[in-house]
């Protein structure tokens, strides 16, 4: 038995982590820690296991093989490296830390410890990005010329317990939606073409996205970025936090003989359309909405699964610290390029 601790108890760990963890029969999920008081009481009455009381008591138990760390951003890092010192393995909820020196912090330490560390990166999991991976890899499509990919909602009000929340100040949360949706969709692009991102030019703006006063938050609500890849594919990434009627989380990718449509048809959730012959549809799961997880629909979405697996197996997860630091490089060379106004070369190693 692998057993649990989660650290931070708001809407991702409510949702997906505490659920996910009595659904795998390999875990015992022995408790929780927040700062804010009450939250962990709330989820081990919900979830059992017991309030810590603090990060520092969970951390401290030696018990605990394994944490979530679901903590607003700016924690990331600090809760993280604790963990790792402590012993811990650790599921990191995205975007993996604040700066990009935190980011290569926790990569060092991951390795230096032994221990697993996986990042969040849900949408590795969902099944049409996963089978879209493979056609890619297997030529159904030849070699790919281009993509757009696109996430966006009405923003993280509509998602978290707090209406002051954290995610719209960056002294808290560090990055506005391009560190939000943006990270997803920047990782999923290296997932699905299996090379990384090496050249971006972005711009950022917040345009309507308001705190209570009427005044703009002081983050990014919209961001939009020119990917190059180091094969030389071009693409775009447009995130927002200011889609204000319906949720969008689709990528098209374009290659010399065919173009896959990943949930763009609500019908299916992916489409592969030849450039010769016959059109394939296939129904896989859906990406799970805010809308639809705050009205109580729920599915597995593989992340725990695949973690608690990792442990089992001394396996590396399939996004690793490595990985994420990857795709987290990538994010950082869009927020200078949109700072500076020229394209910005992403050094991948
Ligand atoms: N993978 C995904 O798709 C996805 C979706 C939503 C959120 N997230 C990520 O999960 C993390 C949590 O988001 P959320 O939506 O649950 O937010 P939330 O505001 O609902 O909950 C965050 C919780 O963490 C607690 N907290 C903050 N700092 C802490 C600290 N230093 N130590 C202990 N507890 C602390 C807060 O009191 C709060 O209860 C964020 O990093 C977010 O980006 C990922």
């Given at each position: 038995m692998i057993k649990v601790g989660i650290i931070g108890c708001g809407r991702i760990t409510e949702y997906r982590h505490a659920p996910e963890y009595l659904e795998n029969k390999d875990v015992e999920l022995l408790g929780f820690s927040d700062v804010q008081s009450g939250r962990a009481k709330l989820m081990a009455e919900k979830f059992g296991g017991r309030d810590y009381g603090s990060t520092e008591a969970l951390l401290a138990d030696p018990e605990i093989d394994a944490v979530s760390v679901c903590v607003a951003n700016v924690y990331h890092a600090e809760v993280t490296l604790a963990a790792l010192k402590a012993g811990k393995h650790v599921l990191l909820e995205k975007p993996m830390a604040a700066t990009l020196k935190e980011c290569e912090d926790i990569a060092r330490a991951a390795k230096e410890s032994g221990k697993i560390v996986m990042l969040g990166h849900n949408q590795r999991f969902a099944p049409a990005h996963i089978k879209a991976r493979e056609m890619i890899a297997n030529g159904a499509i030849g070699r790919v010329l281009s993509f757009h990919t696109v996430f966006g909602h009405g923003g993280p009000e509509v998602w978290?317990?707090?209406?002051?929340?954290?995610?719209?100040?960056r002294d808290r949360a560090a990055f506005g939606v391009l560190g939000d949706l943006g990270i997803h969709k920047t990782d999923l692009i290296h997932f699905l073409l299996d090379e990384p991102i090496v050249e971006v030019s972005a711009q950022m703006g917040t345009l309507n996205k308001r705190y209570a006063d009427g005044t703009l938050i002081d983050l990014e609500d919209n961001a939009t970025a020119l990917y190059r890849t180091r094969s030389g594919a071009m693409g775009t990434m447009h995130v927002s936090w200011t889609f204000t009627a319906c949720e969008e989380n689709s990528t098209r990718i374009y290659g010399t003989k065919g173009v896959l449509r990943l949930y763009d048809d609500p019908r299916f959730s992916l489409i592969h359309e030849p450039a010769e012959g016959e059109v394939q549809q296939f129904r896989f799961r859906g990406l799970t909405s805010n809308e639809e997880q705050k009205a109580g629909k729920r599915e597995n979405t593989g992340v725990i699964n695949a973690f608690v697996e990792s442990i089992v197996t001394g396996r590396r997860p399939p996004v690793d610290a490595q990985e994420a630091l990857k795709a987290m490089r990538v994010v950082f060379a869009a927020i200078e390029s949109a700072g500076s106004g020229r394209s910005v070369a992403v050094d991948q190693e």
């Open positions: 978290t317990h707090d209406p002051n929340s954290w995610f719209m100040r």
